[in-house]
Structure formats: structure tokens, C-alpha cells
């Protein structure tokens, strides 16, 4: 696929990648304007559709958990499509205040980055190649996806890839800030939330009975003294911790949130069997302990030498940048854990995410634009054989 980058690179016309770029942008800030809270995404998704529909989609639709949908006609539709996908959600709840503030090249606005500038980027390839009038080899379904990030657990991606499964083989995600970047393997995943209970009571007249904090700042602390391995990388951390009922009182409850992850499936099994094993050991007859698990991302992968990667790294270098290869957690899980080709690229570069001073770079919007045009096309032009 590589030649095929280098030979679609240079026969296309580049003049109006400015004005894509710029499209990009003022979408992106437009999507970013709208609040869209993990599960709480439907009215950013009827603005997305509405723009699906503007730019000529067919079969527009927007499905139970407000992923919409919408497909670009390719030359030859009885063969297998190519999934371009980006998520909706942001981590940030719906009175956060969006304001946005411009310095130089650099917009700072809470999402923007992730994952405004990814859905504006993946409908801006229909805008481009409309400008353009071109058509792909193959049929383009493009799906803003939701429940990406937190407790959401790709719920989204999931429900829009059971949807898709038969019609594609091929799965280009997008992640804003990701450019230069090529995620080919999907890590593993495993998040529990973890309750202690005790009886509770006063803490001078009950001064030594069991407490649900005490127990869980023991039970962090233990989680805290776990060794890991450096290869394959393995990692937690205790996001959220949260109970008690007053000062002055010995906590009742308390709770905590555990991120695991992997890069291997039996190391994070690993992890999580000795995570286990200090529950037992911190639980008894007046310290009751449950466990409920609340995410579980597939891992998967392909090689980097796969026409894909590699295609993904030709794009970038057509543009001069050198590609870094990596493994992450994105929508990008579920469809590589049923063996699809699937790689995560982005749009341009930033920082700050998840954070409210979040920001984009708008100076490498334009070739982030140009390696996703190119893969695309490619993408399409190099697709199997298999009819639908």
C-alpha cells in the first residue's frame, strides 16, 4: 500500500486543503459548542446527522445510544466498505463552561481536542472529496460513535460495529490530537469499582471498630505496593475514591474506582488476580467487601508491517513527518479483537486533554487532513476481494 500512498499523494490536487482545513476548524469548534457528556450525547448527534446530511450522506440514521450513521457511495458498492469512525463524548459534564480562547495558532476549548476536531476532521474527508469530486473505490461508512471514554466502555463502537461487521473490512479511527501518531494494537482493559461496608458509628464513643475508610485507604495501599512488570507494559490506578459520612463519624461506606491495563491479556489477569487477593485479605466478618466490574476494553492487534500501518505511515511521511507506532486504549479495541485491520490516526496536535484548558494546534490541521484523505482513498482502492 505504501507505493499506492505515494502514487494517490501525488496525483491529486492540493489547492483547497486550506479551505479544508479551515472547514475542519470552524466545525470542530461548532461540534465542541455542543455538551455531550458520556451518555448524554443525542444532542451532539443530531447536530453531526444534520451535517452528514448537508454533505450528501446516504442513509443517514441515528441508532439507540446515538451513534449516527451516514455512508459515501464508492465505485464499487458490492464489495466490502472501508469504517471510518470518531467519537461524540467528552469527559466533561454538561454545565462545563465551553468558552473558547484563540492565542496565536493554538484554540484552547474543553473537548476540542478530544474529540470535536476528530469528528469534524472525519466528516471534513466527505466535504474534501466533494470539493474535489471524487469518488472512492469503495463504499465509505462514516459512524460518530459514543460512550468512548470512562464508564461508557466503547459501548458505541460496540454496538456501531455489530452493525457494520458484515459490510466492512476496514477500520479507520480518529483521535484529534493524534497526528503523527499510528495506534495498530488495542491494550487490555479491566476497571472495577470496589464498596466497603462496616456498621459504622461515633468516633469517639466506637473508637476501634472497623471503618470503611480505614479499610480502603488499607486496601489502596496494598494495590499501590503491587510490582509490574516493565514488559509488557502493565499499569492501574485508583481514579476516583470516594464515601464517609461525616467527620466526626467512623465511615460506614467507601469506595473506590481501579483502572488495569495491558498490553497483554494474561499479565492484566495477573494483576487483577492479586488485586483480589488483598480484597481477601483486608475483608472479614464486619468488613464487607463487593466488587463490580465496569469495564472491560478487548485488546487486539495487528502487526505493524501490515498494508495498513504501513500505509498509515506513508501518509505521514508524504507529509514529512516520521510516524510513531503505538499502542493505546480507542474505539479502535473492538474491531481489531475481531481481527479487522484497523488503525487510530488523528487530525493535528495539541495537549491538556481532558482538562479545561485544553487546546488544538490549527498550523498541522491542513496535513492531517491530507494523510487522512490519502489513506482513505488508498484504503479503499486496496480493499479484499469479498463482496458483501
Not at 483502572?259 to 492479586?274: C, F, G, H, N, W
Not at 495487528?302 to 500505509?311: A, M, N, Y
Request: proline share 4%.
Amino acid at each position: 500500500m505504501k507505493t499506492l500512498i505515494e502514487t494517490i499523494d501525488s496525483t491529486l490536487s492540493w489547492g483547497e486543503l486550506p479551505q479544508t482545513a479551515a472547514w475542519v476548524i470552524e466545525q470542530g469548534i461548532a461540534i465542541q459548542q455542543i455538551p455531550a457528556p458520556t451518555f448524554a450525547e443525542h444532542h451532539r448527534a443530531e447536530f453531526v446527522a444534520s451535517m452528514m446530511r448537508a454533505l450528501g450522506l446516504r442513509d443517514v440514521m441515528i441508532d439507540a445510544l446515538a451513534n449516527v450513521y451516514g455512508c459515501l457511495p464508492g465505485a464499487a458498492s458490492d464489495h466490502a466498505a472501508v469504517m471510518l469512525a470518531a467519537h461524540t463524548d467528552t469527559i466533561f459534564s454538561s454545565d462545563t463552561d465551553l468558552t473558547l480562547r484563540r492565542d496565536g495558532t493554538l484554540i484552547y476549548a474543553p473537548g476540542l481536542g478530544d474529540n470535536s476536531i476528530g469528528v469534524s476532521g472525519m466528516l471534513g474527508l466527505v466535504w474534501a472529496l466533494t470539493q474535489a469530486k471524487i469518488t472512492p473505490a469503495r463504499d465509505l461508512w462514516f459512524v460518530a460513535t459514543t460512550r468512548e471514554e470512562g464508564l461508557g466502555d466503547l459501548g458505541g463502537m460496540r454496538a456501531a460495529f455489530e452493525q457494520l461487521k458484515s459490510q466492512i473490512d476496514t477500520v479507520i479511527n480518529l483521535e484529534g490530537l493524534a497526528y503523527g501518531h499510528v495506534y495498530h494494537a488495542g491494550i487490555a482493559v479491566r476497571r472495577l469499582n470496589i464498596t466497603i461496608a462496616t456498621e459504622g458509628g461515633h468516633s469517639w464513643l466506637h473508637f476501634g471498630k472497623p471503618s470503611a475508610a480505614h479499610k480502603l485507604v488499607e486496601l489502596g495501599a496494598r494495590i499501590a505496593s503491587i510490582h509490574l512488570p516493565q514488559q509488557p507494559r502493565t499499569t492501574y490506578n485508583i481514579g476516583m475514591i470516594r464515601g464517609g459520612d461525616a467527620i466526626n463519624a467512623i465511615a460506614s461506606r467507601a469506595e473506590l474506582w481501579l483502572d488495569m491495563r495491558s498490553e497483554d491479556k494474561d499479565a492484566l489477569a495477573k494483576l487483577e488476580r492479586q488485586v483480589h487477593a488483598h480484597i481477601d485479605a483486608v475483608k472479614s466478618s464486619d468488613v464487607r467487601i463487593t466488587t463490580e466490574l465496569v469495564g472491560d476494553r478487548p485488546p487486539g492487534f495487528i502487526d505493524p508491517s501490515h498494508p495498513l500501518v504501513q500505509g498509515a505511515v506513508a501518509a505521514l511521511k508524504c507529509q514529512g513527518v516520521r510516524a510513531s507506532l503505538e499502542t493505546g486504549s480507542t474505539d479502535g479495541n473492538v474491531p481489531l479483537s475481531f481481527g479487522v485491520p484497523t488503525v487510530t490516526i488523528g487530525i493535528t496536535r495539541g495537549g491538556n486533554a481532558h482538562r479545561l484548558d485544553e487546546y488544538i494546534d490549527t498550523k498541522p490541521v491542513a496535513a492531517g487532513m491530507r494523510q487522512l484523505i490519502v489513506l482513505a482513498l488508498a484504503a479503499a482502492e486496496n480493499g479484499a476481494a469479498r463482496t458483501k
